[in-house]
């Protein structure tokens, strides 16, 4: 059956008696070249085995199966893999699992489902859970490849340079563990229902090693979050409301590092953060 048919689908949903979820993020692909273009952008052959979240009725798995050595797709709504059982029986490499991806114990699924292989994640995220999933995957460093449809939006704000005004602590995040790439854009008209802003596909590269050397990950990412609290503020009030150090200690440590007492988190880049945290970290076992 040709998934991306919005009258097969209608058929297929009709008989079983699905509703879309809006809370579950259920906006299905309907248009056939971006699944294809999305499986094709994930660089994956038969050595691999892929993670896939929320297969919907499995538009994006098809494409998947073609490639992969194997598919283990976790879906939350439990109306969905009987759908599933129809759209994919002829793919028998892909296999099905009733879940919720936040609560997964995602290094216990690949050890039993993927052992030996390659390991890539591929989705059409539901957009309510795209910075928690991402963190969940990326913490595991498993995945040598996450390919995600996610909204523009904060494809843009992840893929942004210091010194924009999409950069932030979760930008910060995602380039310390990877290298993101915005592959192309996907229209509303492309699912069904149309979500109300356009989606794009970001890959992400896992790196060999972060870019700059960071002693302390707690602290750097402390470090991280607290300067970008408080936007528009100089990193020094940020700072101050995170560490038991004085204003006076932390313009040192800024001027320490070559900054100026007022520059601000949103300028600065990892290996930056960097010398700050490590600064921050002699600062406080020297208390
Ligand atoms: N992959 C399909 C496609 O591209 O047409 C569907 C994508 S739809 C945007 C998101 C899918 O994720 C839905 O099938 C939804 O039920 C599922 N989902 C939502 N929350 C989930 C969760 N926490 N864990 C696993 N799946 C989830």
Redesign the pocket.
């Given at each position: 059956m040709d998934l991306c048919n919005p009258s097969e689908i209608k058929t297929l949903l009709e008989s079983n008696g699905f509703h879309f979820?809006k809370s579950?993020?259920?906006?299905?692909?309907i248009e056939g070249r971006v699944?294809l273009k999305i499986a094709e952008g994930a660089g994956i052959d038969g050595s691999f085995g892929v993670l896939e979240?929320?297969?919907?009725?499995g538009?994006?798995?098809k494409r998947l199966s073609e490639r992969a050595g194997k598919v283990v797709a976790?879906?939350?709504?439990k109306s969905?893999p009987k759908l599933l059982a129809v759209s994919l029986a002829d793919c028998d490499n892909v296999e099905i699992i009733s879940?919720?991806?936040?609560k997964t114990d995602i290094e216990t699924l690949v050890k039993e489902k993927f052992a030996g292989m390659r390991l890539a994640v591929c989705?059409?995220?539901?957009y309510n859970?795209t910075t928690p999933v991402l963190t969940k995957l990326m913490d595991t460093g498993l995945f040598e490849t996450i390919t995600v449809m996610i909204q523009r939006e904060v494809a843009r704000r992840i893929a942004s340079k210091p010194g924009s005004d999409d950069y932030g602590a979760f930008t910060v995040y995602a380039n310390y563990h990877a290298v993101p790439e915005i592959l192309f854009d996907v229209s509303p008209g492309c699912f069904m229902p149309a979500p109300k802003v356009t989606s794009s596909v970001i890959k992400f590269t896992r790196r060999d090693a972060p870019p700059a050397e960071v002693k302390d990950e707690k602290m750097f990412f402390r470090v991280v979050r607290a300067s970008f609290a408080q936007r528009r503020k100089t990193l020094v009030n940020g700072l101050s409301a995170a560490f038991p150090l004085s204003k006076e200690a932390l313009i040192q440590v800024l001027e320490e590092c070559g900054f100026d007492a007022k520059v601000r988190g949103e300028t600065l880049g990892i290996p930056e953060f960097a010398r700050i945290a490590e600064k921050i970290g002699e600062k406080l076992n020297a208390n």
């Open positions: 979820s579950l993020g259920q906006n299905f692909l699944p979240i929320g297969p919907g009725i538009a994006l798995t976790v879906e939350l709504d969905l879940g919720d991806i936040l989705a059409n995220l539901p859970i």
